[in-house]
């Protein structure tokens, strides 16, 4: 998370998604493990086995459908039409222009690292649910401190919404 954060922060959040999506896809997997009280899932993914042994197995039973399986896989690839998309904006004359360089844009980048920090409170929490053992204190702290930050997030989308 550390990485997609600073990624985005430097002004490259679509090269953040590749990295995203594979914090995307542990939390996933982490949630799966966490609710299979058998531990078969836990050891298939271990073992690259079964569905556990898919990529998109951390997504949902349509995962080739769901929006954001196909952007981050874009990414992840190498798909010049994604990067093109995500990089691209219009000048005042109308004309394509590609971002060579960092671009930052406050509104997405917060959205972009609020769904980072969404994604590894999921991790964190699944891997808290299998290892009871491990002290929740520091884990409930930082889910408070996301949570927080969430509300600060919303209130800035909707003044960032209401300037237009």
Do not use: C
Not at 99 to 105: A, F, I, Q, T, Y
Not at 133 to 139: A, H
Request: aromatic share 6%; net charge neutral; glycine share 8%.
């Amino acid at each position: 998370s550390r990485a997609v954060a600073l990624v985005v922060r430097a002004g490259y959040a679509p090269e953040a998604h590749a990295p995203y999506r594979r914090l995307h896809e542990a939390a996933g997997h982490a949630r799966k493990v966490a609710l299979d009280a058998s531990g078969q899932y836990a050891e298939n993914w271990i073992h690259g086995r079964g569905q556990a042994g898919k990529p998109r197995a951390a997504f949902s039973a349509a995962s080739q459908d769901d929006p954001l399986w196909k952007l981050m896989s874009g990414q992840a690839h190498a798909s010049f039409e994604h990067h093109a998309n995500l990089s691209a904006t219009l000048s005042e004359g109308g004309r394509l222009v590609h971002s060579l360089g960092p671009r930052r844009d406050p509104a997405w980048d917060n959205l972009f690292l609020w769904l980072v920090a969404h994604r590894l409170r999921t991790a964190v929490a699944a891997v808290l649910k299998v290892h009871s053992q491990i002290d929740r204190g520091s884990f409930l702290t930082a889910a408070q401190e996301v949570e927080e930050a969430e509300e600060r997030l919303e209130a800035e989308l909707v003044a960032a919404m209401a300037e237009g």
